[in-house]
T-cell receptor
Framework: AQSVTQPDIHITVSEGASLELRCNYS??????LFWYVQSPGQGLQLLLK??????LVQGIKGFEAEFKRSQSSFNLRKPSVHWSDAAEYFC???????????FGKGTMLLVSP | NAGVTQTPKFRVLKTGQSMTLLCAQD?????MYWYRQDPGMGLRLIHY???????AKGEVPDGYNVSRLKKQNFLLGLESAAPSQTSVYFC???????????FGPGTRLTVL
C-alpha cells in the first residue's frame, strides 16, 4: 500500500520569499503524484500532478514540483510567495489503474508581511 | 457546469440521530469518493464508488453507509450519529481512480 509523509505541519514564509514544501511517498513502482491546495473553508483544488515524463512539472499559480525517484520525494516550490498563497497544502499519491489516492496530513502555509 | 456540489453545508445532530449527505457531480465521472477531514489527520477516505451501483470501503468506513443509485449522485449516510463523527466531510469525483479528483465545498457536521 502507498503512503505519504509531509514532515512539516506548519511553515511560515515572508511575502516575496521562496517556498519549498516537502512530500515523501512510499510506493514500489512509479507513483501518480499530486499537490492540492485548500483555502480556508473551501474544498481542495489541484495545483499540479505527475504521472510520467519530465520530472519537473508546472502547475497553476506559479507552483512547480520535482519528482525525485531516488529520494522518493515530490517537493512543491514557488520562487516568490504572495499573501494569497496562505492555505493548507496536501500531497497525494496513487498507484495507478483503479486504485484510490492516499493523502498526506497537510502543511499549513502562513505568509508574513 | 456546477462541478461537485454537496448538501447541506452545515448540520448539527444529536447523538443517535441519522442523516444523509448528498453529493452530485455533472462531469460524467465514474469514480466518486467521500472523505472526512479532521485537524492534523489530513483527508481520510470513508467509502468510494467506481461506478453506478457499486461501492467500496475506504480507510475509515465504520459507522457510515453509502449508495450510488445514479451515476451523478453519491449519498453518505450516518445511521446513528456519534460525537466522533463530528468532522468536515468532502465529496470528490474523478474519471478514473488516479485521475484528478474534483472536490465539493464540504459539509461541516457537528454531533452533540
Amino acid at each position: 500500500a502507498q503512503s505519504v509523509t509531509q514532515p512539516d505541519i506548519h511553515i511560515t514564509v515572508s511575502e516575496g520569499a521562496s517556498l519549498e514544501l516537502r512530500c515523501n511517498y512510499s510506493y514500489g513502482a512509479t507513483p501518480y503524484l499530486f499537490w492540492y491546495v485548500q483555502s480556508p473553508g473551501q474544498g481542495l483544488q489541484l495545483l499540479l500532478k505527475y504521472f510520467s515524463g519530465d520530472t519537473l512539472v508546472q502547475g497553476i499559480k506559479g507552483f512547480e514540483a520535482e519528482f525525485k525517484r531516488s529520494q522518493s520525494s515530490f517537493n512543491l516550490r514557488k520562487p516568490s510567495v504572495h499573501w494569497s498563497d496562505a492555505a493548507e497544502y496536501f500531497c497525494a499519491v496513487g498507484a495507478g489503474g483503479y486504485s484510490t489516492l492516499t493523502f498526506g496530513k497537510g502543511t499549513m502555509l502562513l505568509v508574513s508581511p | 457546469n456546477a462541478g461537485v456540489t454537496q448538501t447541506p453545508k452545515f448540520r448539527v445532530l444529536k447523538t443517535g440521530q441519522s442523516m444523509t449527505l448528498l453529493c452530485a457531480q455533472d462531469m460524467n465521472h465514474e469514480y466518486m469518493y467521500w472523505y472526512r477531514q479532521d485537524p492534523g489527520m489530513g483527508l481520510r477516505l470513508i467509502h468510494y464508488s467506481v461506478g453506478e451501483g457499486t461501492t467500496a470501503k475506504g480507510e475509515v468506513p465504520d459507522g457510515y453507509n453509502v449508495s450510488r443509485l445514479k451515476k451523478q449522485n453519491f449519498l453518505l449516510g450516518l445511521e446513528s450519529a456519534a460525537p466522533s463523527q463530528t468532522s468536515v466531510y468532502f465529496c470528490a469525483s474523478s474519471y478514473l481512480g488516479t485521475d484528478t479528483q474534483y472536490f465539493g465545498p464540504g459539509t461541516r457536521l457537528t454531533v452533540l
